[in-house]
């Protein structure tokens, strides 16, 4: 019997990637520092002297072109980009090549056009990088319609995640928490695929359902451990893609406990957070047994300082102090 | 003029014509109500795609713009679909999703026209990567107006494009207009052409409104990218002979400017008295072209208003090509 | 007694820009076609003759350029730009000097800046301009902490609220739906302004809240209309800025009608809608007496034909039935 | 190098010193783990902003980098509080909200680094309309580096100083590399200021590491901004000692490269021995400079390491300026 090894979320992204590339030769992977350097986070490490620079290209400061050469590329359907945006927060270089391009062009072309593309970027807050480096802004992928939006919590998830991300032939924005790289767990060494759309219950529990997104999971799990010393049974769902979004999984959580805590890392206004909230109050309402509480951070940039920026990030102390408020 | 065939010279004719009589017929409906929207239209301008896609094959790439109507036509694009587009038909080239703005033709390489000034420029260079990573020697050509030049994706495209040497020809349409600013006002340089110097590539303006001048131009330049030399950047000096979008008062020109245009620099006249001078063909022969050209039009626009409109449930139709669990439309 | 006098929205921004030019040196207008042209919706015609190339600048098609240029300007004190986006639909390309820079300069550098700029721009569906000239995305600038968002419905609220914005410290994105521009109504000659954070309660009422944004406004007092002749009390809350959002008197219309539909042409995912949503959830969770309904567009691009744009756009019959359903 | 006074030629030195000393410093403050976050030293760059700045009053401003803390110390931003901020604390210039790349000292015309690579260039853009509407003759320099040189800020804003004519100096510091992309795969070019030509603006190359070089043609360019003459694009061709940031592995450039950077083009040392053999200083008044500047970071880290943190509330505060009814910080 095999000994499923332990790897890293990074080492678990680069195997998805390297199996892609092995298997396909249309899959090219495209971005700033992805080549010699190995992506600033390792993810891309080896793809370069495996695949060669034809394959793996390394890019100038010019994400509104590259991604739109991604766009072309995949529109024309002789290749399947993997463009990776060095940190979320640059979006807004190069976000309409997103929005008005690639999540657009099926709809407004009737159908005809495939835009097979992943755009891998990084989010996330806690290593002082301050207001422009640390945001958490998957919230504004999804609420443009066209974009399928991938936010894995797990070194599993995530390489089951970028194998059918890049397998699919729509846009994928695909999210990785920095402070998820280094983490370790299971992987089997054998290519696997985890369908878009299905939410995983990363713990069962009765009293409590916590809806709870990429690092925000880990903290989760964090405090329902802790309750449960106390009596209190807290459900974990980690919907893993947040579009499509797993609405039944969510729901019947929900319907199950009564109560729900939703803990994101995003902004609070039109956030993720708010969007399930939403959800449970249009369908779920006669289950709900108390307010929602939301945990996230306040309404105001990423400060730089340690002692500003934990205080910032949702804490495991709220987000128990949620949980207990509705219990 | 000599080297190049009398089929040829007649088939850049008949597109000339053919973009024309479009463009004018859809100004008309346009006018009647029957096409809702905005349309912006290649009236004055169709040297520049016919001269350039003279040199194309079917299975090269253009990217287009919100004036895409000639370049769709040139490439050889379907122009009932086109038409049941610009109506809002079920028929049309985009189930009616898209209109003028975003009409595309996927299976000439026409990748789209598109409503963000330069949004387009990337795609080509997109194409021309794909082209030369599968060892292909086709190209990829990005159409864009003087406007667009100044945009951010115009710089950050052809960049690319250059340190990847990738087989795409960049043509400006210098009209002279960004709506109502004149280029004199974008740009402190006397051709956007200059720009080539800015990224290591061959920069060439040209007179837009001589088909002929157009096509050796486009010709050199996508050789060279088919030889695997790298980009080119051409601009075509044009003028459009109608207002930025039809029902633009066009307050910043003088009739006389544009009057003057049309009486000295239209493209199709000043083509069709070089062939009948040099006795290439004949009157009859040009107004046959007319003739047919009309007719297939009229044809296109009987389409469009036969064709049914899409069902109201189409609306969530064609946001995603494969199918996954979970929502993929919001319902509440 | 004067008669007070009915003029369109557009005339009545008009108003504003023409106040606050004529009273303050440093307010210039940039953007393109604000000049000659006058706008392409006419909002700042006769501004060019009256003040000059130097401070109504026509600009070339460099959003990200001329947005930046605004935020430096401001930064330095030495102008109040008002900035004209074409379309918000634009965004994208121009969005980073909008929530990296102005957003988070004051933040970032301790307090110390004062970002006075308004970024004037145009949403919404209805003229058949399809995907890219037609989106409504004031929830994307809601996300983000440190703009504040503006959507007047009204020509007497467009007024107010343009002018207490270009008199505002702080960046305003502030936006006009197209189909506005050719509404009437009553507005003072005389310079008003109307505090950004405060609510219109459009209309009183008690058996049902629906709050609801710019264009959706006027359909949803046609719903509130037709609803009282089958005795049904509708009350319809106008939030008039998104950011500062004037929770108070959403949830103190909630607490008293127990119910909500929220209206809004936004995109679903992620949008105002749900954020209103959320709020009363977590804020009225008592109050509440039946399921949150939300109107909005589905979650698709907006389709260019007629027949489908009409089916995309929230309808006074959807607002009605959503209305009736929880009833 | 005669017409300049020697109290210039001192301050020159003198800045350039307290440039290295301050990087040096904060180098270990940031392996000793008492810095946080991310940092981008500015070592062996010195000349650049030093040669600029010695052209600049206090009331001309500048827009900066993540590589920014050259910038900020030339332009006589005050290091106790940039300190502090890299640090983290409440007395930092952005009270601990901004760390490393986001310094600004609005007080001296400092607009701030920058997160966003060619961010600040239309910062500076605006700076220069606002000067120019004002009626001032003061100029606005915008850093930034050869990889920010291929980004839309760069066309987008430079396009804009052209046109308007503003008082703005662009200053690329081209350090030949992004990250680990170098210059040569960066353009097809062989300098950045040849890019001067796409917006009819002087182009003007210069050796980065030769301080001397770098003011006269800096000088030449903010004068004739400041005669309303409009912008120029400067390249400085220089080098940057360390890592990209702190921590870089630097996989992509050989020790052999560095070293020689080091030995031959040290800007410090260059300008060092100019000012000795033409006998303008004692190596005795060197040596109290860098005495006297030591001292200086000294007190700052002392000042930095003292300050309090800020307090947790703080969190809260400074999004906006004006007091407004209803939610602005959205409590669950
Ligand atoms: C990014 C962006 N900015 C502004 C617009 C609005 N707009 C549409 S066409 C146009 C002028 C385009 O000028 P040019 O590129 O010269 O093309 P032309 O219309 O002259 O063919 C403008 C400003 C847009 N569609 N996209
Ligand atoms: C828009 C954007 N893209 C990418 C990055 C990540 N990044 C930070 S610094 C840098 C390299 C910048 O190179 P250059 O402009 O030459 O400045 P240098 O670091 O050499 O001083 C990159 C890619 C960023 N901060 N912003
Ligand atoms: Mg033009
Ligand atoms: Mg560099």
């Known amino acids: ?327 | 003029m000599e080297e190049i065939s009398k089929e040829m010279l007649l088939w850049m004719y008949e597109m000339m014509v053919k973009i024309r009589e479009h463009e004018e017929r859809v100004a008309e409906l346009f006018a009647q109500g029957k096409i809702p929207g905005f349309v912006h239209l290649y009236v004055g301008e169709e040297a520049v795609a016919v001269g350039v896609m003279a040199n194309l094959r079917k299975e090269d790439y253009i990217t287009s713009t919100h004036r895409g109507h000639g370049h769709y036509v040139a490439k050889g694009g379907d122009i009932k679909a086109s038409m049941a587009e610009l109506f809002g038909k079920k028929t049309g080239s985009g189930k009616g999703k898209g209109g003028s703005m975003h009409i595309a033709d996927l299976d000439v390489g026409e990748l789209g026209a598109n409503g963000i000034v330069g949004g387009g420029i990337p795609h080509a260079v997109g194409a021309g990567l794909g082209i030369k990573l599968n060892g292909l020697d086709n190209v990829a050509v990005a159409f864009f107006g003087d406007g667009a030049s100044n945009q951010q994706n115009f710089h950050e495209g052809i960049n690319l494009a250059s340190i990847l040497k990738l087989p795409v020809v960049f043509v400006c349409e210098n009209n002279q207009y960004q709506i109502s600013l004149s280029y004199d006002k974008q740009q402190t340089i006397k051709s956007v052409a200059e720009r080539g110097k800015a990224y290591g590539i061959p920069g060439v303006s040209v007179d837009g409104q001589d088909v002929l001048a157009v096509y050796e131009v486009a010709k050199e330049a996508i050789e060279r990218a088919r030889r695997g030399e790298g980009p080119t950047l051409i601009e075509a000096k044009t003028y459009r002979f109608r207002g930025h979008f039809e029902g633009d008062p066009q307050v910043y020109r003088s009739k006389e400017e544009v009057e003057w245009w049309k009486k000295n620099k239209d493209p199709i006249k000043l083509f069709e008295e070089k062939l009948l001078e040099k006795g290439i063909v004949t009157k009859e022969e040009l107004d046959s072209i007319w003739e047919k050209v009309k007719k297939e039009i009229e044809e296109a626009i009987k389409f469009a208003e036969e064709s049914p409109w899409p069902s109201k449930e189409e609306v969530l139709e064609d946001v995603f090509s494969t199918p996954t669990k979970g929502v993929l439309v919001w319902q509440w």
């Open chain 1, 1 to 327: 019997m095999a000994v499923v090894r332990e790897i890293t979320f990074a080492q678990a992204l680069n195997e998805a990637l390297d199996y892609e590339m092995s298997k396909d030769p249309k899959v090219v992977v495209m971005g700033e520092d992805v080549g010699v350097y190995g992506g600033i986070y390792g993810v891309t490490a080896g793809l370069y002297d495996k695949y060669g620079p034809e394959r793996v290209i390394d890019t100038p400061i010019a994400e509104s072109g590259f991604v739109g050469t991604g766009v072309g590329a995949a529109a024309t359907g002789l290749l399947r980009p993997v463009v990776e945006l060095m940190f979320i927060d640059f979006l807004g270089v190069t976000f309409d090549q997103i929005y008005n391009q690639a999540a657009k062009m099926r709809y407004m072309f009737g159908g005809k056009a495939k835009i097979s593309m992943v755009l891998r970027t990084v989010c996330g807050a806690g290593f002082s990088a301050a207001a422009q480096h640390s945001q958490s802004l998957h919230a504004i992928f999804a609420h443009v319609p066209g974009l399928k939006v991938v936010m894995p919590s797990t070194p599993y998830d995530a390489k089951g995640l970028l194998i059918s991300s890049i397998e699919d032939d729509d846009p994928v924005i695909f999210i990785e928490h920095k402070a998820l790289y280094a983490v370790k767990g299971e992987v089997p060494e054998e290519p696997y695929s985890i369908p878009l759309g299905e939410a995983d219950v990363k713990r069962e529990g009765k009293d409590v359902t916590i809806v709870a997104t990429a690092a925000m999971v880990h903290k989760s799990l964090e405090v329902a451990e802790n309750l449960e010393k106390d009596g209190i049974s807290v459900e974990v769902v980690d919907p893993r893609t947040i579009v499509p979004l797993d609405v039944d999984t969510i729901i019947n959580s929900i319907k199950k406990t009564g109560k729900l805590v939703v803990v994101d890392e995003g902004y609070p206004r039109c956030g993720f957070a708010t969007d399930v909230a939403a959800l449970a109050v249009n369908k779920a309402f006669d289950s709900l047994k108390a307010p929602v509480k939301i945990v996230t951070p306040p309404a105001t940039p990423v400060p730089f300082s340690p002692v500003l920026e934990s205080e910032w990030i949702p804490s495991t102390e709220k987000i128990e102090k949620a949980v207990r408020e509705i219990l």
